[in-house]
């Protein structure tokens, strides 16, 4: 394999815990699970909770953000994370702008500051974030509009908050004391923003082991000061764990030879019902979305009796649904007090 040297798009983006909290300690954007407390990210898992009910209702919607109008700005590609935010954001009453960057003004040479101004203008409440580049939803939610909230879905190779609390929230319906897992995360940790999330969740919420497995090429610079155990060969990584979270090769952000072939990564590192067989019976098997079948796992695996993947997806929606109406509740708050 091709040996990578540092880079220093590596390295951690330390977010100020401020930005995300107000004065009363409540979300007022969010931009990553770095920084965030464990009676934070408990309280999106409660919240989403209370949210999954809805979605038995025959009519889904509650009207918590009835009057609120919530632009996604997705500069980069997501049918998934887009749709499931539009879906949280209608479910709680609200008015739903998609902007469709490619056939935006920003196209023709406007900044992103004036477009943020003129959606502002608009009177809109929340901007919803996907950007290839990391920081960016830090840079947007540091420069709106004080009645604004700004939530991240997906920023470079940085974070993607609500992906990793939708995860949580999957593991904890089926195996509520984190203290007690051992969890394994597989996968391109090089590139993936879901896994940096992931990582500070678990810690934060107090998992008992956590692994990342990958091939050296893949595993960035410093990671063990992330509080986790490094494998290189998967079937030790993997045994006696209580939860396998499989990554996508993110190749759209690889710029240079990191492994020699899918199809040898598949023999090293995909997830098959042989290896599973290494981990606990009951071991839950994860993927962010979307799979690349045959790379990172058997289609076997991915619609076998562990998965949970298709969960995660109906999970989203509550707990984007929980980190909007948090976030929308601290400006109800402030608006209240002035």
């Given amino acids: 394999m091709t040996t990578r040297s540092a880079n220093s798009s590596t390295a951690p ?3 100020p815990r401020t930005i995300q909290i107000d004065s009363n300690g409540r979300l007022r954007h969010f931009i990553a699970i770095e920084g965030l407390s464990k009676s934070i990210l408990t309280e999106i898992l409660d919240t989403a909770e209370s949210f999954v009910s809805v979605t038995a209702q025959n009519v889904k919607k509650v009207p918590l953000l009835r009057g609120r109008t919530i632009c996604n700005l997705f500069f ?3 049918t998934r994370t887009r749709t499931t935010f539009e879906l949280a954001a209608k479910r ?5 702008l ?4 490619s056939a935006s003004s920003s196209s023709k040479g406007e900044t992103l500051l004036d477009m943020l101004r003129n959606l502002e203008a608009m009177h809109t409440d929340m901007f919803v974030v996907r950007h290839s580049s990391s920081g960016a939803a830090q840079f947007i939610a540091s420069k709106v509009a004080p009645h604004i909230s700004v939530i991240n879905a997906g920023d470079g ?9 939708l995860d949580m929230f999957t593991i904890r319906q089926h195996k509520p004391d984190f203290s007690s897992l051992r969890v394994a995360i597989v996968g391109d940790l090089m590139h993936s923003r879901v896994a940096r999330s992931q990582i500070h969740a678990l810690n934060t919420l107090g998992v ?6 990958a091939p050296r090429t893949l595993i960035p610079v410093g990671m063990e000061r992330l509080g986790v155990q490094i494998y290189q060969n998967l079937e030790q990584g993997i045994r006696d764990v209580d939860v396998i979270i499989m990554l996508r090769l993110q190749n759209e952000r690889m710029h240079g ?3 020699p072939s899918e199809q040898e990564y598949f023999q090293l590192y995909g997830l098959t019902e042989k290896r599973i067989a290494l981990a606990k019976p009951d071991v839950l098997v994860m993927h962010p979305g979307p799979i690349n079948r045959g790379v990172e796992m058997d289609s076997a695996v991915a619609d076998g009796e562990h998965s949970v993947i298709l969960q995660q997806v109906s999970n989203g929606i509550a707990v984007r649904m929980a980190a909007m109406s948090m976030t929308m509740r601290s400006r109800a708050d402030a608006e209240g007090e002035a």
């Fill in 13 to 15: 983006i330390k977010r």
């Fill in 76 to 78: 980069e590609p997501s």
């Fill in 92 to 96: 709680l009453s609200a008015d739903v």
């Fill in 98 to 101: 998609n902007i469709n960057i």
């Fill in 157 to 165: 190779s940085h974070e993607h908050p609500t992906q990793a609390m």
């Fill in 208 to 213: 008992g082991e956590l692994r990342v497995v």
């Fill in 257 to 259: 030879a990191f492994i």
